[in-house]
């Protein structure tokens, strides 16, 4: 019970990208960078390890982005094309590629640090993907027309990578859909049938990640005009609830999401955000724990997972260990407490 894990980006070594930086540069190139992405990978699981994770995962050491890390393989997109393009509905805008022509996988994405993370680790792995959804929040389109046709397009290739990731020995694969939060009634509409058919056929645990995004300056203003209350949840839970996905990550830290809206998740695990990835202050494992008892008001300890409220890549490398750290020793002291 209360197995902790990450939601997914780690900091990546000062030898191998730009540090404390979003879209950072590699600092390696050929060869060397691809060795230098799969020792970043299993350092990054060793480290989560050393902090006493019980789930972890490749800390997308390979990936220059959550989003482009995916793309990066596939055919129909045309990366010389930057289009710019307002995204989560204008709450930032970024120069991203453009879709040209069919989306086709090239072959696999992340093999080689899904083999180098399995073989270094016996702990339960966990890959992350970007959701459908994001996918299509993030690109422009010049092909597909249709904002469902491109989101179930790329659901496809999703499923074809998803699929051999869990043939890898991947134990739990994860869709990040932070765009969720953004186009709530589009996920009914279409948003959740793309991410299941991402997810079609897997037998490994699956999940997704629902947040208010990095801790970024454009986030960070975007939640000051949220209000005191964040309900974002109450609208796509329900059908979360209603979806085969096994597990939800959630941001719950610092955040003014109500702690009772976890009640609409019932039958899932519920992946709980105890770290606040928008602070460089550590938290104390007494507040890690104090969350994860809030949050077992509305979920049983066996269905509950600790965890981080979001990806940790911007955050500089000792910080965001530490708040690993915090997060094992927060809920070692409520497993103690449970077992009198
Ligand atoms: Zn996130």
Known sequence: MLKTTLAGSLPKPGWLAEEEKLWAGWKLEGQTLEDGKRDATILAIKLQ???????????????????HGFLANLDGIDFGKKTLMGIRNNRYTAEVPTVTGKIRRN???HRLEALAARANT????????PGPMTIVDTIADAHYG???????????VLNEEALELQALGVDVVQFDEPAFNVYMPLVAEWGMAALE???????CTTAVHICYGYGIKANIEWKGTLGAEWRHYEETFPVIA????????????????????IRLLKGKDVLVGCIDVASNRVETPEEV????????????????????????????????????????????????????
Do not use: W
């Open 122 to 129: 016996a702990k339960t792995l966990k890959f992350t993907l």
């Open 242 to 261: 209603a979806s085969k996905i096994d597990q939800v990550s959630l941001e719950c830290a610092n955040s003014r999401v109500p702690m009772e809206l």
């Open 49 to 67: 390890e050393a902090a006493g994770l019980d789930i972890v995962g490749d800390g997308e050491q390979a990936r220059a982005h959550f989003v």
């Open 107 to 109: 072959g696999p994405v």
């Open 146 to 156: 249709r904002r469902e046709d491109l989101a179930f397009a790329f659901a496809e």
């Open 289 to 340: 724990a104090a969350t994860i008892r809030k949050a077992m008001a509305f979920v049983a300890p066996e269905k509950l997972f600790p965890c981080t409220n979001c990806g940790m890549a911007p955050m500089a490398r000792e910080i965001a260990y530490g708040k690993l750290t915090a997060l094992a020793k927060g809920a070692r002291i409520v497993c103690e407490e449970l077992r009198g």
């Open 197 to 203: 058919r991402a997810a079609q056929g897997l037998t």
